[in-house]
Nanobody, 119 residues
Framework: QVQFVESGGGLVQAGGSLRLSCAVL????????IGWYRQAPGKQRELVAV???????NYGDSVKGRFTISRDNAKNTAYLQMDALKPEDTAIYYC?????????????WGQGTQVTVSS
């Protein structure tokens, strides 16, 4: 029933910006948190940004100061503003509902959105 729909990725030059969107479908209740994950080929999927219902945020060390997570509660949509992009940010980006240990609450993922940063 629940679906994650990511969008907004693309190809950008290093130093550029991109804004990703994540629509969470099929829920009628308030979720405790929303998170953005990313996965590059041959690497583990990692949690890079979290926004909790109370407004607190957490960011991975590699993106801190460059990425900003936000949400529109009425639309069940989360956003990831990505600035000062680096080639190392190249990955497929996904959203899910993170637990406190960073693992996803749901055992499935959306299609993800590809972010490619050229040097």
């Amino acid at each position: 029933q629940v679906q994650f729909v990511e969008s907004g990725g693309g190809l950008v030059q290093a130093g550029g910006s991109l804004r990703l969107s994540c629509a969470v479908l099929g829920v009628t209740f308030s979720i405790p948190a929303i998170g953005w994950y990313r996965q590059a080929p041959g690497k583990q999927r990692e949690l890079v940004a979290v926004l909790r219902n109370g407004g607190s945020t957490n960011y991975g060390d590699s993106v801190k100061g460059r990425f900003t997570i936000s949400r529109d509660n009425a639309k069940n949509t989360a956003y990831l503003q990505m600035d000062a992009l680096k080639p190392e940010d190249t990955a497929i980006y996904y959203c899910n509902v993170p637990r406190h240990d960073s693992s996803p609450s749901y055992g499935f993922w959306g299609q993800g959105t590809q972010v490619t940063v050229s040097s």
